[in-house]
């Protein structure tokens, strides 16, 4: 079984959607919790950063971290064709286990104008 | 913007050749890493390093090997290639507080016939 589950989708939305990621994870250590964005043939860039449980909004998005589920969330608001991306999780636990992220395979979104 | 370069971006070579994929960050960065990620699977750590003269084997079995003789320089060899090392290479670099926020280079490309 794999530490870290995401659905690959694709999941294609149209513009202006509210768009849900997820996934979940087996590890309780896990503490440390991020989403990457990756556009084709790009390396990944950081999105959210969110330590332990709880939410966090930066503009359009928000992450969501729900420890006790073991269940991680990114939520787009209004989305754009822009959006179009794969969307990584990933997630650590802290120094003592190395720290070293362990990631999702991915979500491929495709929001259509 | 992150700045970190990985060259070449793509790169097709024949079974049996000696290749090098270069990795550099101007960011001063102490950690340095090099994940192999397949179309639709998650990225695998296949080498890490914690500074100058560091290097450790991540989790994802590699016939590959490193080296950091300097801190912006993180060069990834492989002595034989084999097709079945055709993937995607993506180094990323850390600041040394932290393992989590990592920055990815742009990715090479690899394909060996």
């Known amino acids: 079984q794999k530490e870290v589950e995401q659905d690959p989708g694709p999941l294609s939305v149209p513009e202006g959607a509210i768009v849900s990621l997820n996934c979940t994870y087996s590890?309780?250590?896990?503490?440390?919790f991020m989403w990457y964005r990756q556009y084709s043939r790009k390396g990944p860039e950081l999105l959210m950063y969110?330590?332990?449980?709880g939410n966090k909004e930066d503009g359009r998005f928000t992450a969501q971290v729900d420890k006790s589920s073991k269940y991680i969330s990114l939520f787009i608001r209004d989305s754009q064709p822009s959006d179009s991306a794969t969307y990584l999780c990933a997630m650590s636990a802290p120094p003592g286990n190395t720290g070293k992220l362990i990631f999702g395979q991915g979500t491929t979104l495709q929001v259509k104008p | 913007e992150a700045d970190i370069y990985q060259t070449p971006r793509y790169l097709v070579i024949g079974t049996g050749k000696k290749i090098t994929l270069e990795c550099s960050q101007t960011?001063?960065?102490?950690?340095m890493y090099w994940y192999q990620q397949d179309p639709g699977m998650e990225l695998h750590l296949i080498h890490y390093?914690?500074?100058?003269?560091?290097?450790e084997k991540g989790d994802l079995s590699s016939e590959s090997t490193v080296s950091r003789i300097r801190t912006e320089h993180f060069p990834l060899t492989l002595e034989s290639a084999r097709p079945s090392h055709t993937s995607q290479y993506l180094c990323?670099?850390?600041?040394?507080?932290?393992?989590?926020?990592?920055?990815f280079g742009p990715g090479t490309r690899l394909t060996v016939t």
């Open positions: 390093s914690y500074g100058v003269n560091s290097t």
């Open positions: 990323a670099s850390s600041e040394a507080r932290t393992t989590d926020e990592q920055y």
């Open positions: 969110t330590y332990s449980s």
């Open positions: 590890n309780s250590a896990f503490q440390y």
């Open positions: 960011m001063g960065h102490d950690k």
